[in-house]
């Protein structure tokens, strides 16, 4: 079964050939689409146990040896952020059925769809830094075109920051791509992590892993180079904000802890304080510009940006421990914070609003609705025993048994404290408080009863989730102990790729 | 747009360009060219006579529309690379005929990739080329 | 030569990301071209000038001769450029909706999705 | 007893269907989960008063080390015992109280789930579990502060209790950690046989003052007691069962649960002391001065946990007997007070102390279970609070630190809650009510018979002391202070300092009661009506917050791309700059290039041409320069043997010089917007980050070619890949899956370019 580990590639390919070809027929568009969402879901999760069970699988496009052709890895944390990546795809091809404007779809939102997840899953398993990049592109321009397709002009002003700065970073990543092959003469990543470890002098490394850390921090939005998606992100239609901030950001987290702790170890840990240092202040501007909103889904967006820090700390802290939390975080917020934005377009569509201002009386309206979003938000505050508190609870233990983090230590407690005190403000305003006079929920939205359903599956799968693997979070953590172990001790990844010991 | 001169050189030029387009893709595994060459040139040729003729003329000339074009192209490419998997090979291992057929060459699977990157590169580029153009 | 070019790349960078921050948004798509070229340029740069002898395998041989250029650089680049090529074709177009929407290519003027507690994001 | 701990989650789960479909019957049997918890674990008392605790291990994440643990010994059993006791009394009087609401559902939902919470916490056996639990109680206590949340007052309130408690509770957490991580093990009785290791630790100081952040904010200890009141905005039956009887005494469990790893030092003894001290006295002399029936519980009961702290901050085995009796008592008294101040409320529609009165007619059986409880809050024999005052003022008597002082606050604040008991317990009920008010109807059973039951207690407790102390008091008195204890209660110790020191509280409590109207008249104005709420640090940090934010995401946000372009560039820029500063700088001297002359001309036509670009002011003159720097670099290729790149690099440009006329002639023209200072300083900026790539490059450039994987491509691109061409082999069969990925950008991009056309014309939003 060595293709297996071809398939998400190729399945989010064809389906998005098949909705191509059945341009006209946007009933066929979905159909198509569901099934392929579901199909990947399916490979995503025979991999995940395939790897599980046999170790880090490899292959070889078009079967050329590694280090010469492009080579595809999974190891258990690629396997499962593929996997959680496909959850997601479902998830929000479903709430599509609901959320999706015919305007859209005539424009080809399916299609691109599954280009993004294209683009999604063959950065999370390409062993190959070009090929990376590829993929990066791939991905980069599917999200364009989602965000600015409805042609708005908040959607325009988003569209060309977003545009823009993350351009910005593709030439810086390029630019490193090429310096590192006229070092290390290779573009395969294990081989470059074994030529690395083997080289006495470090010589430009340094600077090449820099303009590295650059343009995949500008792709995960840190500090300070976040600002194109509190810009953005809350211009686009609820179901693709929502796959934008459960999937790009964390593949830009993903590149970051691929790439440095397989190639550029040795500069990682020379670099621990700043890491630690931009962790801890993409936590906190991310927190106070949520804090400062009065929207909600820009409120949420910011949120994004304070929740990467924390995984930027796991990644700073540099423990098994740590990283294990980071990649249980990963999962953590992708559910939850994906469940708030879902949630959050259930109020858009219900009230047609999502500004604090105009909202309230949902609790008493919208019991349903109310309770995934509080279970959601608490989890996303870290509201034991859900799941953000255990992936908080790894990333401070790591902090405080390390001895000398305690500073960072401190922020990431504060800053839980204040994403909550941020989560009770929409839940006050919109929830709880009483309706507006002369405000949205007074008459609310007609929703027909197979749309509302359509919206609270996915909403509702979603938050489960987060109960789940907050109730019973062994299985998850154990896997993202081990993949985190995989990470730090790579020899297992690179036998895998280049069939020598390290 | 319609002077007379243009239009015939264009009637003209047109198959020209075309039959140089594919001999393009099909030597470009062994000489300078490829299916994005190709496929540009393709496209620069159907462009030149949306030029002359208008854009409705060029769709006429097209039969199928870019869009399809491109669904095809990326079609073909993908199937070139699906087919090795079928055989238990890896995902676009190069599978080649034993035997060269004439004009073709050598044939295998990569040739058939490159196919596919010149109709989607044709239809990219006629995609934008004539979208920009419509609007006028 | 190689030295040369670094050079060229420096000032492609420069000039690219000096028109990238103007405040108008015409100049930006140019300041991207600019990068664009410049990235390709030091890729092929790096991986090392090699005059003449371009990676072809002559007729009724297994190898080419050396010395000759080193074939992936040149892969890369072509990868590169096409990539780059889709990108641009796309944000040419969205700048020239932009400024069709927004009515104006002063990027100063582009803040409301910015503000705090402003309507621009609702439907 | 795992089942007994959870089982509260599941009844909440199923309460709010049960009354909605059953609203009768699901109030008459929820009682009954804390009653059946209640003789559970007294069924327990046998083995644990004997000073054997029962656990409970279950693995929950082995991978973390974590366990689910649950642990009973004698302080567990008393808090469980209470919180269920108190619960089965709350649960009673709760339904007749809403006199079905159609919320009762959801009210009983977070109640069961309070319960369980607060015996998780109790019986916690290891940290983790602990914190676990401790979190949800004030999660519940947020939902239930805010129960009537369309009320802004509510909703504050509940927001209040939340930050704090929650802030706490984060420090809480990192105190745990960094206790689990010196002793090396989460697990409690590990824990409680590592006293001395903790206290000789380095971080023994960031451990205490952690730990008692979260018991401070939680027990509502200055400077964290101004929450209290507030959260008085839940309905009545919530205030009595959290905010007095047991979820504020959590932080008092934790002082005591942690007695025996932490306490006994100087340090201890001034901030645990020190702390109970004051909050007693300023919970006592607020408590006075107000006129809402809660609002004066509230500070009373702020009092009472300021006591409580004060006495295990002394921590001899006197005054934690002392603090064990009063928390026995006090969490009688005052659910029982609190209410009867619902049961007045509901009954009579007033909870103004000026406007009730002479009630004792009306509701008698209220009247007997109000008069019982002030009379045990005012430590008036034969009741057990008169046992606890007298063991009070035994303990400070012999004080380690400052005897008399102590006593003499003690008596303070003693003669204080004897005027609050006067105040609530017999005011309304005694003496003449304000006209205004109209008739009380008459009170539901359950509504006068769950204070009474407690008032009851603390007289038969009273009246047989012994029988309870061997039982319950003695094992918690001993898991406390970790020696074997067996005290002896009686009602009369012949007269002695303590017996006076009652009298005089007394007297001088009746005195207060007596001139407090008149003391009233002598405040300010502004004070005289009541609604003490002491959390102007709390607003003004939280204004303080907002504006904050608000100011910091106008800065950094601040919707301007050139910003955040060149915040993005100096970032990239700066750490460059300084790695290469820190990796050495260039090694080696550069030669001066030896090129032929068409090379140098390819470099000079790619740079003027990117000048030109940079400086026209013409748009055309600029896509022709434009068009010059991508010949120029097509140029490159093919001097340099790329065949391939020269041609593609030339369709490509001749394609994108056609798209950019296409569109730029519906673009404005070029305009300047920047000054010349402006300009200057992008200038340099850009002109430093080129200046750094060519450093970068020329470093890279000197290093030595490293053999590379090229060779096995043009060795076998013929013989295995069959073709010639090796660049193309490269594209179309060695590295194939770059060439899918970037086909399929092509796609997107050309998709895109259509959707920007065809999608909505702009609807006139623009200027």
Redesign the interface.
Known sequence: MINLLFLPLVIPLATAVACLLAWKNQGLQRIISLIGSFLLLIAAAVLLVTVQQDGVLSVQGGGWAAPFGITLVADLFSALMVCVAAGMGLVVAIYSLADTEAEYERLGYHPLMQVLMLGVCGSFLTGDIFNLYVWFETMLIASFVLLAMGGKRAQMEGAIKYVVLNLIASALFLAAVGILYGVAGTLNMADLARMLRESESSGPIPVIAILFFIAFGIKAAVFPLFFWLPASYHTAPMAVTTIFSALLTKVGVYALIRIFTLVFFAELAAWQPYVLAIAGLTMVIGVLGAVAQDEMRRLLSFHIVSQIGYLIMGLGLLTPLALGGAIYFMVHVIAAKSALFLATGMVLRLTGTTELKKLGGLYRHQPLLAGLFLVAALALAGIPPLSGFWAKLALIWSGLESGNHYLVVAVALLVSLLTLFSMTKIWAAAFWKGAVVNGATDTPLPLSRRVYWQMAVPTALLTATTVLIGLWPEPLYALCMDAARQLLVPDAYIFAVLGVQP | MSSIILSTTIRLLLPLLLLFSVFLLLRGHNEPGGGFVGGLVAAAAISLYALAEGVAAAHRILIVNPRQLIASGLLVALSSGVIPLMTGRPFQSGLWLPYSLPVLGHVGTPLLFDLGVYLLVAGMALLIVLSLMEEE | MESVFAVVVGILYATGLYLMVRRSIVKTIFGLALLGNGANLLIFTVGRLTAGRPPYVPIGALEPLPPVADPLPQALILTAIVIGFGVQAFALVLIKRVYQTVGSDDVDEMTTTDRIADDGGSR | MLLAVLCGFVAALFAPLGFRRFPLWAGRLAPLLPLGLFLFFLSHIGPVSRGEPVVVTT??????GIDFALYLDGLGMLFALLVTGIGFLIFLYTPAYLGGDRRQGTLFAWLFAFMAAMLGTTLAGNL?TL??FW??TG?CS?LLI?FD??AENS?SA??QA??VT??GG??L??GF??LG?VVGSMELPVLLASGDLVRNHPLYLPILLLLLGGAFTKSAQFPFHFWLPNAMAAPTPISAYLHSATMVKLGIYLLARFSPVLAGTELWLALVAGAGGLTMLLGGILAVLEHDLKRILAWSTVSALGILTLLFGIGTPAAITAAILLLLTHALYKSSLFLVAGALDHGAGSRDTRQLGGLAKQMPWLAAAAILAALAMAGLPPLFGFITKESIYAALLVSPWEPLLLTGLMLAANALMVTVAVITGLGPFLGKGAPSLAPPHPLPLTLWLAPLLPAGLGLLLGLIPGFVAPLLLDPAIAVVQAAPASIVLSLWHGINSELLLSVATLILGLLIVLSRRRLLTLLPASWQEGGFTQDGGYVLLLRA??R???L???V???????Y??????G??MG??GL??M??GGLPGS?AW???YLH??LA?GI??AG??T??VTDS?LG?VVA?GT??YG?SL??I???????A???F??E???I???V???Y???L??L??TPVVRLR??C???A??????L??????A?P??????D????N???L???????????????????????????????????????????G???
């Open positions: 693995p929950w994440i082995p991978s973390l983790i914190f676990v979190e949800l999660l947020y805010g949340h369309e909703r509940a927001l939340l930050l929650g802030g984060l420090a957490l990192a950690l960094l991580g917050l907002l904050g934010a608000r910091q995401t106008i950094v946000q601040n919707g301007r791309l050139r955040y372009l060149m915040a993005t560039i970032v990239a750490s460059m790695t290469f820190e990796s550069l290039p030896s090129g090379e140098w470099a790619i740079v990117a000048l670009v940079t748009r600029a434009l720097v991508g670099v490159v290729y001097l340099y043997g790329a065949p391939d790149l041609m593609t690099q369709c490509i001749t394609l994108a056609v798209l950019f296409l569109v730029l519906r673009l404005p070029f305009t917007l920047s992008d200038a900026m850009a002109a980050i080129g200046g750094l790539m060519t970068l490059m020329l470093y890279v450039l290093q070619l490293v053999p590379h994987v090229s096995f491509f043009l060795a691109s013929q013989p890949a069959h073709g010639r061409n090796v660049v193309n082999v490269i594209l179309v069969d060695f590295r194939a899956l770059d060439t899918l990925g970037e086909i399929v950008v092509l796609a997107v991009a050309a998709l895109g370019v259509f959707g920007l056309m065809q999608s909505r014309r702009p609807d939003e623009g200027k």
